[in-house]
């Protein structure tokens, strides 16, 4: 599977890079649980994504890098705390073209070329109405606790944090309900779970981010780049001062990142896939812990 990843990339003419596993950085995303090895760091990469990034921005061509990431609190039926990672960076993609591309590079590694005749793609909003007719731009906190059956425990856990309710609303209740022998994408995220995409030119409601799914097991994540610097900047001081509110431990931002956006990071677009999750369909199992020898 990894040599039939490699093939796809070569034909592409897609460049394999390494990157470094320590970084004194780590993403402020508050939903991403950095390791490392001493309180200030160094930390562990949980993506190889903004070494990539300054590639890019130093004039590297199309990229790819197939490493091993690291995350805390991931552990259960589909996650590891340590794990092996696809990200490649496609230059001047726009969302369909690399929407296109991922779901070309998945079924090559399944060698399952079928799986490119039935793939569904669906707007984020037109899914949340489908699946539980409430639409995620204007359904009230109450509504969407409602829909996630959340008793009074969660409620106080959750409290006000409407993307985190969105979150669990996705997993639990829309995504177990994905046909189980096709790839769906979803698209267009709302605009305040772009993370580092770019908000969409045509809509500035939602982000040009998109996940796909196989059956509910959700295999990639990918968007095409921000590449604002002021952007990028004023969106992990949000991240910091929310994870301050939460109580969070406090990661420091990534300068050398911002640097490279002010360079100028090319127009392009990223995706991050999961390989054991890949190895989990081909093998026919619903446990992770059974296509990895260590666990």
């Avoid at 259960?76 to 340590?82: F, I, P, V």
């Amino acid at each position: 599977m990894l040599a039939r990843a490699r093939r796809y990339f070569a034909a592409n003419d897609v460049l394999a890079v390494d990157t470094p596993s320590l970084s004194p950085s780590a993403p402020t995303d508050r939903h991403i649980d950095s390791l490392s090895l001493k309180e200030s760091g160094p930390f562990l990469q949980t993506s190889p994504e903004f070494h990539m990034k300054r590639m890019l921005a130093a004039g590297y061509p199309d990229i790819y890098s197939i490493c091993r990431v690291f995350r805390g609190g991931e552990t259960g039926r589909t996650h590891l705390s340590e794990f092996t990672m696809i990200e490649w960076y496609r230059h001047s993609m726009r969302l369909g073209a690399i929407v296109q591309d991922t779901v070309q590079l998945i079924a090559a590694i399944l060698g399952r070329s079928d799986l490119l005749k039935s793939v569904f793609r669906q707007d984020y909003a037109a899914a949340f109405v489908d699946g539980i007719g409430l639409d995620p731009s204007t359904a009230g906190l109450d509504e969407l606790a409602g829909a996630a059956v959340a008793d009074n425990s969660l409620r106080d856990a959750l409290a006000d944090d409407r993307d985190a309710w969105l979150d669990l609303i996705l997993v639990t209740r829309i995504a177990p309900e994905f046909r189980n022998d096709r790839l769906t994408v979803i698209q267009h995220y709302p605009a305040s779970q772009a993370a580092l995409a770019r908000i969409c030119p045509d809509n500035a409601m939602v982000a040009d981010r998109f996940e796909v799914y196989y059956g509910a097991l959700e295999l990639a994540n990918g968007y095409v780049e921000l590449t604002d610097p002021d952007e990028q900047a004023r969106r992990m001081d949000h991240d910091l001062d929310a994870r301050r509110a939460r109580n969070l431990p406090e990661v420091p931002r990534d300068e050398q990142l911002i640097a490279a956006l002010k360079s100028g990071l090319p127009d392009c677009a990223g995706v991050a896939l999961g390989f054991e999750r890949l190895h989990m369909i081909d093998a026919a199992v619903d446990d992770i812990r059974n296509v990895v020898s260590f666990v």
